[in-house]
């Protein structure tokens, strides 16, 4: 049976803004676009290096696109797809979550 675990209140997360996390060992970041929430491995699928310029800076200047900061791939916040960048075509890898009661939650 799988173990729901909660990862933070949908209140820290603003709209157009990112969160990173680390759950059980594992990177992750959190998204918050059109009223959505979207949880990725923090992980380039180029070199395997995590995604952020600073803590919790995971999004381009104009908060349209994941930018990677090692060499500025873009990829879509919907889809976690690259569409600029040396790993154009291949995805971040996401992760199922839910809002339960308010909190961003995984299953495990």
């Known amino acids: 049976m799988a173990t729901v675990t909660p990862l933070f209140h949908i209140s820290e997360l603003a709209e157009n803004s990112a969160k990173g996390l680390e759950v ?3 990177k992750l970041f959190a998204v918050s676009s059109q009223g959505k929430v979207y949880l990725y491995e923090n992980s380039c ?3 395997g290096v995590p995604l ?3 803590p ?3 999004l381009d200047i104009e908060k349209q696109f994941i930018q990677c900061s090692t060499h500025g791939a873009l ?3 919907d889809q976690g ?3 600029a960048g040396p790993c154009a075509g291949a995805s ?3 992760v199922a ?3 339960i009661d308010g909190q961003v939650c995984i299953r495990e």
């Open 81 to 83: 797809l690259c569409i």
């Open 56 to 58: 919790d800076t995971f």
């Open 52 to 54: 952020e310029w600073l």
């Open 92 to 94: 971040l890898a996401p």
């Open 45 to 47: 699928p180029h070199k």
């Open 24 to 26: 059980n060992q594992r």
């Open 97 to 99: 979550c839910e809002i």
């Open 75 to 77: 990829f879509t916040i």
